[in-house]
């Protein structure tokens, strides 16, 4: 096979391992491919215009450690989601990580075991990260809201603006080169616009100069399964901007 065929093949395979999660695909078997490792990315994108509100304070003096952080957010109390969370499900995965994925709030499971993405939605992540031939070890993972939402409801504003603070010391001391926004409270409260994510997704932003790609949410993806392609396309995005000197 030409090199060029044994990329698209191998291209091919990773995307319907995780395609292939809703039933409705068949896993292309054979050996499992080489991956190298991630390089580093380009320069951050310009961020497009559009009309942003005015931004909610962010934290100041030195850049925290992840774990000062979360010592900071302590037994929080701070909005109303306290009341029914079980604990805090403060983010997880490797303080080194290039690449960091924010979602929304924890479910029932995250909410049981205090990590984030570990229930349905959590493991179509797991799928997607590894089609990126990264691993959950390699990356960070966090939510915009740190305590369950009741009955998964959507967080409210000023749930958000109460978590909001801890999102942004989280994601500045990481200090990623790529950024992956999923679903729409992330991207909208991370880049302050209120475009659906619909219309957001696959372009590039920049969130104070990371490259930010918005996405589907996993969750969207299990009800939506057609719409994998999509979010494919996205993180294929994302993957060229670690492959590219
Ligand atoms: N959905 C999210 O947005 N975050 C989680 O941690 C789990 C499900």
């Not at 292309?28 to 304070?57: H, I, W, Y």
């Amino acid at each position: 096979m030409s090199d060029e065929l044994n990329d698209l093949a191998l291209e091919l395979r990773r995307h319907l391992a995780w395609q292939e999660s809703d039933g409705t695909r068949t896993i292309l078997r054979g050996p499992k491919p080489l991956v190298a490792a991630p390089t580093k990315a380009p320069a951050p994108a310009a961020a497009q215009n559009v009309p942003m509100p005015e931004p909610r304070p962010v934290p100041t003096g030195p850049v925290k450690t992840l774990d000062e952080i979360r010592q900071e957010l302590g037994d929080c109390k701070r909005c109303k989601l306290c009341h029914g969370r079980t604990q805090i499900v403060f983010g997880s995965g490797n303080p080194k990580a290039e690449l960091v994925f924010v979602g929304e709030a924890p479910g029932a499971d995250e909410d049981q075991q205090g990590v984030p993405f570990v229930g349905a939605a959590g493991q179509l992540l797991t799928k997607m990260i590894e089609a990126m031939k990264f691993s959950r070890d390699t990356v960070y993972i966090c939510n915009v809201a740190k305590c369950r939402p009741p009955n998964n409801r959507n967080p409210e504003p000023d749930e958000i603006a109460a978590c909001e603070p801890f999102l942004k010391a989280q994601l500045a001391t990481l200090q990623p080169k790529v950024i992956v926004a999923l679903g729409k409270f992330a991207a909208q409260t991370l880049l302050r616009d209120s475009t659906p994510i619909t219309r957001l997704r696959g372009q590039w932003r920049s969130y104070e100069g990371v490259p930010l790609m918005p996405t589907f949410h996993p969750a969207y993806l299990l009800r939506s399964p057609s719409e994998k392609k999509l979010a494919w396309l996205d993180l294929q995005q994302v993957m060229k901007r670690f492959e590219s000197p």
